[in-house]
């Protein structure tokens, strides 16, 4: 969503004298709600149509549920069969599917016509509750707004980057931390205008420069803020969220495992779903419990969502995960912020400025359709997405200053940003000087 949008008020006064304005605020509602659909419209397409991804809506169409793949529900190895034998399933034996020890992925094999929701609730039925889930669709940070908070913006006289970068040029020495998002943009690493990105590496995203599709560049910016609390730090963007910026969890949790054989110390995410029923992700319950768990040390930082309720956002309402909100310049928290008891801390995740590819980028969302952007090496952007490699750029610098582990790092910062937290947020961190 713009933050021409992001902003407007919903109780603005009117010209009579201080009144809330209904009228703005059914406005305000009505060009969220268009933001979100076409968002949606958007995923499916990029997923390949409606045969690979499905939403489930609210009943009053304002909100979506959740996203996940038709014709796949997940389990536990240990449940599996019961499952396939209850609904009428079968066991996918291609080797990527079955690469998460612990979870089996299931194909449908009953009548097309019956959907994922209604299957699943058959086995809450005759099985229990969370036997089996939706294959749900992950993405960055939404939905609500099922992208950063903004399409990119132009940065004007913004200083770049911002926030800046500290001066402890040696923050992050010896530290590595994988950026699991939509791949890296190379030219940034050599280019003038983003100096702090070198010797950055990662996975290629293809992008055309003379149309930069949505939430292409996502990766690099996020490599960038990490870069600027931990400028010596080591960074590498794996590229597992190519496709419109979303990925099926039983995908990306072996992702995630591959992304582990490179022994990060951080892995910062800003990618997440709500879910079936508000259950945890599956795939991400057996990912802590069969790898990440025995990862000694590793943090995986991860983004809270964009939607601005309380509802939670998965993986980051795990409480293995260090669970990043967005809050504003003036350090009120940001109104497209997720919160709630779940969200370990807060931090920048407004106007955001650093490095994105060289090209012109046309807005697809409601009011700016249509509208052509250029840049030349740097972009303005909001959402949760930029304050967690903030957060994990502080973890790095951390470590590196003190000789300890991500998690110690971890730990320390997240009792500093409780008794900094400020009244009606929480536990707060900000930018190194």
């Not at 939607?307 to 260090?322: E, K, S, Y």
């Not at 928290?333 to 969200?343: L, P, T």
């Not at 409601?366 to 909001?382: H, L, V």
């Amino acid at each position: 969503m713009d933050s021409s949008t992001n902003a407007a008020s919903d109780t603005g006064p009117d010209e009579g004298g201080g009144k809330p304005d209904p009228h703005a605020a059914e406005e305000r509602e009505r060009l969220q709600e268009a933001v979100l659909r076409e968002q949606v419209a958007y995923l499916i397409k990029a997923l390949g149509g409606p045969e690979y991804a499905a939403a489930v809506w609210s009943e009053d169409g304002r909100r979506v549920e959740y996203l996940y793949r038709p014709g796949f529900i997940l389990a536990r190895d240990e449940h599996w069969r019961d499952v396939a034998d209850t609904v009428g399933a079968e066991r996918l034996d291609d080797e990527r599917s079955q690469r998460q020890r612990g979870l089996t992925v299931l194909r449908v094999t009953t009548d097309a016509d019956t959907s994922v929701p209604d299957i699943l609730a058959r086995v809450d039925r005759e099985l229990g509750l969370g036997k089996a889930t939706p294959d749900h669709i992950m993405f960055v940070t939404g939905p609500g707004r099922l992208c950063p908070a903004t399409e990119p913006e132009e940065p004007g006289t913004s200083p770049a980057p911002h926030p800046g970068i500290t001066t402890d040029l040696g923050a992050g020495t010896d530290v590595f931390v994988s950026v699991v998002d939509t791949g890296w943009w190379p030219p940034a690493a050599t280019d003038p205008a983003s100096p702090w990105l070198a010797g950055v590496d990662g996975d290629p995203e293809t992008i055309d420069l003379d149309h930069i599709h949505p939430y292409a560049g996502h990766g690099t910016f996020i490599a960038g803020v990490v870069r600027t609390q931990a400028p010596a730090a080591e960074v590498r963007v794996e590229g597992f969220l190519p496709t419109g910026g979303a990925a099926y969890e039983s995908e990306m949790v072996v992702q995630l495992g591959e992304a582990l054989a490179w022994s990060p110390d951080i892995i910062s995410l800003s990618a997440g779903c709500p879910t079936r029923d508000e259950l945890p992700l599956l795939s991400f319950e057996v990912f802590w419990e069969q790898r990440l768990r025995h990862q000694k040390g590793t943090v995986l930082v991860a983004a809270a969502g964009n939607d601005g309720h309380r509802r939670p956002f998965w993986p980051a309402a795990f409480p293995w995960t260090v669970s990043v909100g967005a809050i504003d310049a003036d350090g009120a928290r940001a109104d497209f912020s997720n919160f709630g008891s779940w969200v370990d801390v807060y931090a920048l995740g407004t106007d955001l400025v650093n490095a994105y590819p060289t090209g012109t980028f046309f807005c697809h969302e409601p009011p700016n359709a249509g509208d052509e952007r250029t840049f030349t090496g740097i972009a303005r952007w909001s959402g949760t997405s930029f304050s967690t490699p903030l957060v994990s750029g502080l973890i790095a610098a951390r470590m590196s200053r003190h000789g300890i582990s991500a998690r110690k790092a971890a730990d320390q910062l997240l009792a500093e940003a409780a008794t900094a937290g400020r009244r009606g947020v929480g536990p707060t961190l900000y930018p190194a000087n």
